[in-house]
């Protein structure tokens, strides 16, 4: 058990962790999104029956969780504070900062340019409700991909396997050598490097 076995499992584990971490922050970007578009219908309700922009943001903070809470929230304090309510919206360091961007851009140009927010909001509501939808149907017309790439990298096991059981006794070579110092974790290095540029590939198809 030297250097090269604690090279592979690091690896191993580095690579296990990083792919858990992306499927946790996806998992969080789809909540954060759903919170959001449930903050948008409460503030376009808001707007429909004559609220103010800042009480309408409030009212949307309240009936909302997550990062769209905390965003609109600020958005509304800034607004009865005197201030552009559409910048209180950005917060490039939250899982949506890209969609509370295009909101906030969206209520800028309404407040630049005068034209009614509610309908302003709408259409950002419809483009965000088309992305999400996208994301979903790619998502899953990928999984087919992703699945081939896992199980493509695990093929160098039943190799192992198969050497073993034909008495090449690869485990020993690659545990008990000085060749498998190096070739073990060359191996299992490539093996997640090809997981993981398989994973850029498809991640590219759904930004």
């Not at 910048?87 to 360091?93: A, E, I, Q, T, V």
Request: glycine share 10%; aromatic share 2%.
């Amino acid at each position: 058990m030297g250097i090269g076995v604690f090279l592979a499992m690091a690896m191993l584990v580095g690579t296990v962790g990083l792919r858990r971490r992306r499927a946790v922050a996806d998992r969080r970007r789809a909540e954060a999104c759903a919170h959001l578009l449930d903050a948008l219908e409460a503030v376009i309700g808001e707007l429909r029956v004559g609220a103010h922009p800042s009480a309408a943001a409030d009212v949307a903070a309240r009936e909302s969780r997550g990062a769209a809470a905390r965003a609109f929230a600020v958005s509304a304090a800034r607004g009865k504070l005197g201030g552009s309510a559409a910048d209180g919206l950005r917060d490039p360091h939250t899982v949506i900062g890209a969609e509370l961007a295009r909101i906030a851009d969206a209520w800028r140009i309404a407040e630049h340019h005068g034209l009614a927010l509610a309908e302003i909001l709408t259409a950002a509501r419809a483009d965000l409700m088309g992305r999400i939808r996208f994301r979903a149907r790619a998502t899953a017309a990928l999984a087919g991909a992703r699945a081939t790439a896992t199980v493509l990298s695990t093929l160098p096991l039943l190799g192992l396997a198969l050497g073993q059981l034909m008495g090449a006794d690869p485990l020993r070579v690659l545990f008990a050598s000085a060749a498998g110092s190096l070739l073990l974790p060359l191996g299992v290095g490539l093996a997640c490097v090809g997981l993981l540029w398989s994973d850029a590939i498809t991640r590219k198809v759904l930004v």
